[in-house]
Structure formats: C-alpha cells, structure tokens
C-alpha cells in the first residue's frame, strides 16, 4: 500500500468491537446466510434488470439493498427526503460495508469503488454487474482518466456515489474529503448530495484496518440490534463553489457539523502506532 493513499488510525482491536446485546450463535448464522443469500439473488438476478429503465432498476435497487441489510439483522432510519435531482454526485462519511447497501436503500446510483473489489467473492461481482466504477488507487496517473468516466456518467443523467475519505473510519472520527471526484461534479454541472452514515451501537459496523471481511460479517450477524441511519442534507447546487477544493470542503464541513449537533456515544480514541500498511484498506472506495 502507498504511503500516499489515505489512511484512517482505526483498528478491529480498537475499534471494532461489539458492547452491546449479542444475538445467539443459531439467530447470527440464519442471519449470515440469510444475508449472504440475498446477496447471491443480486448477483444471479442483476443481468435481467439491465434492460429495464432507469426508474425500475433504481426500485428494484432499492428493495433488494433493503432486504440485504435486513437480513442480516440491521434497522434502517432515513432522515430527510431526495431532492429530486435528475443526476448527483452523492458523498458519504465512510464506515463499513454496510454503507454500499444502506446508500442504495435510498439512493441508488453508481458507485466509486477501488479496484480490488472486483475480487470480492459474492459482492465483487454484485458490483462489477451493477454498474460499479472503479478506480486504481494506487496508480494516480489513472485518476484523470475516471473523473472523466464519472463526469460522463453524470452527463448522462447517472446519479454517482463516492465515498470521499478514501478509507473507512470507525464513526468516532472522520477524514478529509478527497477532491478529485468533485472535480466531475463541477465538469458535468451537477449537484453535489452529502449525506451523513451513522451506526448504533458504534463498533459493530466498523470495517477497519486489516480486519478480514469474513469477520465484519460474522460481528454484524451477531450483534444483537444494530440500526444503520442515512441523514440526507440539503444539496451544494452547481455554480455555488469555484473548485473541487472550496466544494470538497463545503461538503466534508456540511457531513461534520451535522455530526457535531448529534450526542455521541465516545471520543474518537482508536489512534494506533502501527504502520500505514495496517491501516484501512479494504474499503470500497
């Protein structure tokens, strides 16, 4: 990994643990199948939506990403309503896996993913099939040539979501907003949506550091309530910032302070002196 890509300090160890009611042993394994099956529809199913229209695909999206959360035993909580944009660039904090299928849920689009997900089992090609874009991280001279592919996207009336940080945070903390996507909200003149992802109890959602996915799955079956809540605020309308920095930072001060006005359970405390090697890098962004 590069010591240039971004880097959160959270660890499973510090993390990612669970203090809140646990489900038993059989309730968390019908939970994991069932969730993993759910997973596996999409996959089978997703070829025979691509012919549909947009507006079809996006409930189907939707009903699909909410039986998946579901599944695996996590309430929903949408605060707000879509803005009724015809395309956006949509930006969230970033957490866990989770925030794949809680975005969807209610707003569905195209998703910025690193590459390596393409390798995923199960949800590599769930993504790939979904019409994921991807992008090599560790290859920067490559960046140009996605924004350009985001930018279309938008053109064409896509709504496209990113997760700006770059890498998960456990919900105690944050990161900077990267600016490069921006750059194709400002090239397509569209609306950027930032959304803020928070997770109750914090720590079961967390997929941080080098923690496998095997074992974020398993720790979200067996938590025994977890609500995953989407707060969708007020859009940055094109024109409004001169460039992807002023716009990067208008959206990552919009997701904070939002945050600043919610209680919070703990300090962000998860600072480790491990190297960035071991830092988040499995997230799908």
């Not at 879509?82 to 660039?89: K, N, W």
């Not at 979200?220 to 969708?232: H, P, Q």
Request: hydrophobic share 45%; net charge positive.
């Amino acid at each position: 990994m590069s010591v240039w890509l971004p880097a959160a300090p959270c660890t499973p160890e510090g993390c990612a643990t669970h203090h809140g009611p646990a489900a038993g042993p059989v309730r968390a394994a019908v939970r994991l199948l069932a969730g993993l099956a759910a997973i596996a529809c999409g996959v089978l199913l997703a070829p025979l939506a691509a012919p549909l229209g947009a507006a079809r695909r996006h409930r189907l999206t939707r009903c699909w990403s909410r039986v998946v959360l579901r599944a695996f035993g996590v309430r929903i909580r949408v605060v707000g309503v879509p803005h009724g944009l015809r395309s956006s660039l949509v930006v969230a904090n970033h957490i866990s896996w989770l925030d794949i299928p809680l975005v969807a849920a209610v707003l569905p689009g195209r998703m910025l993913a690193k590459s390596e997900v393409r390798s995923w089992p199960v949800l590599g090609p769930l993504a790939a099939r979904g019409g994921t874009l991807f992008v090599e991280r560790d290859r920067l001279r490559t960046l140009p040539a996605t924004v350009a592919t985001m930018a279309g996207a938008l053109r064409d009336g896509s709504r496209v979501v990113v997760f700006p940080e770059g890498s998960t945070w456990c919900g105690r903390g944050r990161g900077r907003f990267r600016p490069a996507a921006f750059q194709a909200a400002l090239d397509a003149g569209v609306a950027v949506q930032p959304v803020r992802i928070t997770y109750l109890p914090t720590g079961a959602a967390a997929f941080v550091g080098d923690d496998p996915l095997s074992t974020s799955l398993w720790r979200v079956a067996t938590a025994g309530s977890l609500t995953a809540e989407i707060r969708l605020l007020p859009p940055i309308l094109p024109g409004s910032r001169p460039d992807r920095r002023s716009l990067a930072l208008a959206a990552q001060l919009a997701v904070a302070s939002d945050r600043a006005n919610r209680p919070s359970s703990s300090v962000h405390q998860c600072v480790s002196s491990r190297p960035a090697a071991r830092s988040s890098v499995r997230t799908p962004s």
